[in-house]
């Protein structure tokens, strides 16, 4: 596997190992995302309704499609159906491209619930949300715990905010 991977590659990767994968819009080199909506909620990471007017539902492994989504329009991020996703090998493929993966495990509802979701690989971080305090999984699987209060308003606006925009060229 080369150091760096477009997303071209990787969802032709997903593709082969049987991962349905979907095409997104993606980040300009201005930072906006190519659905062209000033202001857009989510950019560079929904579907891009032209190949998949069902989102994720329209997900595929069929690498000839792949294939066909990026000749047509190069500039496509891509996403993952994230039900069919071994979390571990997500881990090794984006580890091995200099990436450091970040696994969300929202609204938990017992430890024994994500366990089995746990990538054992070093380099991946792991944020779980939870309404419990999950004492099971601090005390046997060193997690840390941190209380949060709601977000004002600024915060929310940030957390909004892409983390790292990129824009993706041919």
């Not at 080369?2 to 300009?28: C, E």
């Not at 007017?53 to 329009?73: L, N, Q, S």
């Not at 606006?157 to 925009?165: K, Q, Y």
Request: with cysteine; proline share 8%; charged share 20%.
């Amino acid at each position: 596997m080369p150091d760096s991977i477009t997303p071209r590659q990787a969802a032709l990767w997903f593709a082969t190992k049987g991962y349905p994968v979907l095409p997104l819009h993606s980040i300009t080199e201005s930072n906006t995302c190519t659905c062209g909506k000033s202001g857009c909620q989510s950019p560079g990471k929904h579907p891009y309704a032209e190949f998949t007017p069902h989102g994720v539902k329209d997900a595929i492994t069929d690498v000839d499609t792949v294939r066909a989504w990026f000749d047509e329009r190069y500039w496509l991020n891509y996403g993952v159906a994230t039900d069919a996703l071994d979390l571990v090998q997500a881990a090794k493929l984006t580890t091995n491209n200099s990436l450091t993966p970040l696994v969300v495990l929202d609204n938990a509802r017992s430890p024994d619930q994500i366990r089995p979701l746990l990538p054992h690989s070093r380099g991946c971080a792991v944020l779980v949300t939870s309404r419990d305090d999950m004492p099971g999984l601090v005390a046997r699987d060193g997690a840390s715990r941190m209380a949060l209060d709601l977000l004002n308003e600024a915060e929310a606006e940030l957390v909004e905010r892409p983390l790292t925009p990129l824009a993706h060229t041919a």
